[in-house]
């Protein structure tokens, strides 16, 4: 029997917002996961952005080796610099997963930046960062959307994608209680979607290496970051914002809810034993808005991802 190991990465809930959420018993899995495994803290990637970051995970390599450093790069063409959106094709090292590849090991990749178009994985792939009408041709295997269409309850590939219309609204900005709710709540259903496909997959096709990434909070920061003092933009600021008393009953709070909910039922559906660790980057002397949650059995095969996570690998 193959030992399977599960990666959940939680974008922009550092510890600055969990602690307090499990403290008050708005995530009680998530505390108890915790107390159960390990907790530490990473240095970031400089730049401390989305697609290196978690291109570092992926590959356990920094900026410098993988070669990407943003979502774009200019390029000469012409005689013209003109910007170019990266993709998978750009990233200079092999991947965990095409690792798991070329061992006969299958892997489920969900949400991840800078996995399309798919190359090497042996499994299951729903690229991040991907317009929700391109998301069928995105899907790897060709046969994948189709499957999840008729097999996944409700799901929605304009709630599960990038829909470009919502994130023009979204950038025009929030001004009033109703406009930040809604926008939360939008984030609730996305994550809520993707949750619905990772638990078919997990149930349905389970894999040696199952990643998810949940990254709702990190985008709803890039909005709600201007509703505090700039030197406490990284507190927690779906948590102390001030135009809301929080509650149990906060669609802020709802989402922490949902992802506390979440990440427990991955343990069951899983049927695996696991050793938690949760991993935290910092980034000069301030805290990053970014957390890693890693869930990993550790076994011969698997513990590399741990140890790719070390701090010095991203010197």
Same mark, same amino acid.
């Given at each position: ?261 979440? @990440?427990? %039922?991955?343990?069951? $559906?899983?049927?695996?034993?696991? =050793?938690?660790?949760? &991993? +935290? /980057? *910092?980034?000069?002397? #301030?805290?990053? @808005?970014? %957390?890693?949650?890693? $869930?990993?059995?550790?076994?011969? =095969?698997?513990?590399? &991802? +741990? /140890? *790719?996570?070390?701090? #010095?690998?991203?010197?």
């Amino acid at each position: 029997m193959s030992h399977k190991a599960v990666l959940i990465g939680l974008d922009g809930a550092t510890f600055s917002i969990l602690d307090p959420l499990m403290q008050e018993g708005v995530m009680p899995f998530l505390k108890s996961l915790i107390a159960s495994g390990v907790r530490a803290e990473l240095t970031s990637v400089i730049p401390a952005l989305t697609p290196p970051a978690w291109t570092s995970l992926m590959t356990g390599r920094s900026p410098g080796n993988h070669s990407i450093f943003d979502f774009l790069r200019f390029e000469l063409r012409s005689g013209t610099r003109q910007l170019r959106v990266l993709d998978s094709g750009d990233v200079a090292c092999p991947t965990i997963w095409s690792m798991l590849a070329r061992q006969g090991r299958k892997a489920t990749v969900l949400n991840f930046p800078m996995t399309f178009p798919v190359r090497g994985v042996d499994g299951n792939v729903v690229p991040g960062w991907v317009p929700w009408r391109h998301l069928r041709l995105a899907c790897y295997p060709s046969t994948l959307y189709e499957r999840l269409t008729t097999s996944v309850p409700n799901f929605n590939p304009r709630q599960l994608a990038m829909d470009m219309s919502l994130e023009e609204r979204a950038l025009e900005g929030c001004h009033t209680k109703e406009d930040y709710e809604t926008l939360i709540r939008l984030h609730i259903e996305r994550e809520r979607q993707w949750f619905s496909v990772l638990r078919h997959l997990m149930r349905e096709e389970p894999a040696d290496l199952t990643a998810v990434l949940f990254d709702g909070v990190d985008k709803l920061q890039h909005f709600l970051q201007r509703c505090v003092a700039l030197s406490e933009w990284h507190l927690a600021t779906l948590v102390l914002l001030p135009i809301l008393h929080v509650d149990v009953g906060d669609p802020r709070v709802m989402l922490f809810q949902v992802r506390d909910r979440i @990440v427990s %039922t991955c343990e069951e $559906v899983s049927d695996i034993q696991v =050793d938690p660790h949760v &991993l +935290r /980057e *910092r980034r000069g002397l #301030r805290e990053v @808005v970014r %957390t890693v949650h890693v $869930v990993v059995q550790r076994n011969d =095969d698997i513990v590399l &991802l +741990r /140890e *790719r996570c070390h701090p #010095r690998e991203y010197c």
